[in-house]
């Protein structure tokens, strides 16, 4: 159980293109999900947090107008990157969280990652 | 400010050596702190939650331990495949499920 995936797993584009990453929780529903960036052999860094019906709250630096979110459904997020940039470059890696209401504990599970390659 | 930081940033084991891995965290409110294994290009693999101090959990060869003001991952005999990033998470009172995360020990484990 709690399985969280992304598509596309890598992308390839050119620089002023837009992308976009699918989240999806298979076995379960996520109120909450999370979005991540992380460059090699560092920690990850924490995006945004996408709230189902409503809209993401960004971390400080990140740009909301660049970084579309959108959590449309219980079990599908999406990022698109727009106006894609070398810069851009990144590994993105989504979570969703796992609730036990009986517990109380939220539990986060990842998805395995989007490498995107702005040319 | 909430804070976590891992130690040794690296490790290299021979096959069978038994080892831990340091997790130091500061944290107004803890809610839980979480341990997952990151291995090259793929998203972390969730491991354990620790939810107090003195509480343990274990896995195969791995067992979690938690204190007031660290954790630590306790490796028991590990084998080749034990190999990847080891990551440690703190999740605060009222804040929505965020995990602030340290910076990972990178265990390499050597036949």
């Known amino acids: 159980g709690a399985v969280v995936s992304q598509h596309p797993s890598w992308v390839i584009c050119k620089s002023g293109t837009s992308v976009k990453i699918e989240c999806r929780s298979l076995?379960?529903?996520?109120?909450?999900m999370f979005w991540y960036r992380q460059f090699p052999k560092q920690s990850l860094m924490l995006m945004a947090t996408?709230?189902?019906?409503?809209?993401?709250?960004?971390e400080q630096g990140v740009e909301k107008d660049k970084f579309l979110i959108n959590h449309a459904s219980l079990t599908l997020s999406t990022l698109t990157v727009t106006s894609a940039h070398p810069e851009d470059s990144s590994f993105y890696i989504c979570?969703?969280?796992?609730?036990?209401?009986?517990?109380?504990?939220?539990?986060?599970?990842f998805g395995p990652g989007t490498r995107l390659t702005v040319l | 400010e909430d804070q976590v930081t891992q130690s040794p940033e690296a490790l290299r084991l021979q096959e069978g050596e038994s080892s831990s891995l340091n997790c130091s965290y500061t944290v107004s409110g803890l809610r839980g702190l979480f341990w997952y294994r990151q291995d090259p290009g793929k998203g972390p693999e969730f491991l354990f939650t620790?939810?107090?101090a003195g509480e343990e959990k274990e896995k195969e060869r791995l067992k979690a331990t938690l204190t007031k003001k660290e954790s630590f991952l306790h490796i028991t005999a590990p084998k080749p495949e034990d190999s990847a990033t080891y990551l440690c998470?703190?999740?605060?009172?009222?804040?929505?499920?965020?995990?602030?995360f340290g910076q990972g020990t990178e265990l390499s484990v050597k036949p």
């Open positions: 620790l939810y107090s």
């Open positions: 996408s709230n189902e019906g409503s809209k993401a709250t960004y």
């Open positions: 979570s969703a969280i796992l609730r036990d209401y009986h517990k109380g504990t939220d539990t986060q599970y």
């Open positions: 998470a703190v999740q605060a009172q009222n804040q929505g499920g965020k995990l602030i």
């Open positions: 076995d379960f529903q996520a109120t909450t």
